[in-house]
């Protein structure tokens, strides 16, 4: 039986700390596999994202492809949810999963601030009973799971272009589509 992680997040951009996560899950042996896996249309957030979803997939695709290869081997970055009509909810995400990975362990992946929301997720009960969640403390939420030092980035700085903390090569793709421009 493996152990297959869900990386879920809005991912706008994708950043050094998601990147932190990510070897942190490997480092810690907390998975044997990991799907990335950009939200299609987020629920729970106060606005939508700036960039579009086939944006953020490459993004994700770029960031990935800069970590070592021993991770990135055991990473893929699954449009599941983007190609997915209207609302995405996690447990419909996990339900395709599973149905993938029907012998296998599946672990949601999430920080703290996800986490302190997800009472408020759709069928919360039923996902519960089908998944492990792992919780990743992040700086300024209370602690609530596992500490993994947290890099302290924020993807509205980012947006904001107050802060560079994204791989190069997704910079790269910020300039040349001009993303978050306007923010």
């Known amino acids: 039986m493996s152990r297959v992680g869900i990386y879920g ?21 907390l998975v044997d596999q990991l799907l990335v896996i950009p939200a299609g249309t987020p629920l729970l957030r106060d606005s939508q994202p700036f960039a579009n979803a086939e944006q953020r997939r490459t993004m994700c695709q770029l960031a990935v492809s800069t970590l070592p290869l ?5 990473v893929s970055v699954n449009p599941i949810e983007i190609l997915r009509q209207g609302p995405s909810y996690a447990i419909d995400t996990v339900e395709e ?7 296998d362990q599946i672990f949601l992946i999430m920080g703290a601030d996800a986490y302190s929301k997800i009472d408020q997720w759709h069928r919360i009960d039923e996902l519960k009973a089908m998944v492990s969640i792992i919780c990743i403390n992040r700086p300024g939420y209370p602690t609530a799971g596992i500490d993994i030092s947290a890099l302290q980035v924020a993807a509205t700085t980012i947006r904001a272009g107050l802060s560079a903390d ?18």
Do not use: C, M, W
């Not at 997040?9 to 490997?26: E, K, R």
């Open 97 to 103: 999963v599973r149905s993938t990975y029907p012998e």
């Open 166 to 183: 994204v791989p190069e090569i997704v910079a790269a793709f910020i300039r040349e589509n001009g993303l978050y421009d306007n923010q």
């Open 70 to 74: 021993e991770i990135r081997r055991k």
């Open 9 to 29: 997040g809005t991912f706008d951009p994708i950043h050094l700390g998601h990147l932190h996560v990510i070897t942190q899950l490997f480092e810690k042996d």
